[in-house]
């Protein structure tokens, strides 16, 4: 299994990423799939999840109405389009396969993970 993420960088406020997540060695449209994000100095911070078809998504409060998450199962793809960013979320952005059904804030929860791509919102 291998989870390749890219697409961060520095924006300044109010700006936009996105990013995208390559997955590989699995059958991606069979498992429900997160983003999840640490601040330096700071815990794990569930972001996002979609189930396996892409048509149900949660948002973590602090991103909801900014962030928008996607899936293209025929790429074995994972987005998270990032608008209106604010300098808190300003961390390194995984994504990860939940061992579950749904995604949370502790790395336990999750059986694989990419390693990550940086996101620095700062003017």
């Known amino acids: 299994v291998q989870l390749v993420e890219s697409g961060g960088g520095l924006v300044q406020p109010g700006g936009s990423l996105r990013l995208s997540c390559a997955a590989s060695?699995?059958?991606?449209?069979?498992?429900?799939m997160s983003w999840v994000r640490q601040a330096p100095g700071k815990g794990l911070e569930w972001v996002s999840d979609?189930?396996?078809?892409?048509?149900?998504?949660y948002y973590a409060d602090s991103v909801k109405g900014r962030f928008t998450l996607s899936r293209d199962n025929a790429k074995n793809t994972l987005y998270l389009q990032m608008n209106n960013l604010k300098p808190e979320d300003t961390a390194l952005y995984y994504c990860?396969?939940?061992?579950?059904?749904?995604?949370?804030?502790?790395?336990?929860?999750?059986?694989?993970w990419g390693q990550g791509t940086q996101v620095t919102v700062s003017s």
């Open positions: 990860a396969r939940p061992k579950t059904t749904r995604g949370g804030s502790s790395w336990h929860l999750y059986d694989y």
């Open positions: 060695g699995f059958t991606f449209s069979n498992y429900v």
């Open positions: 979609t189930n396996r078809g892409g048509g149900t998504t």
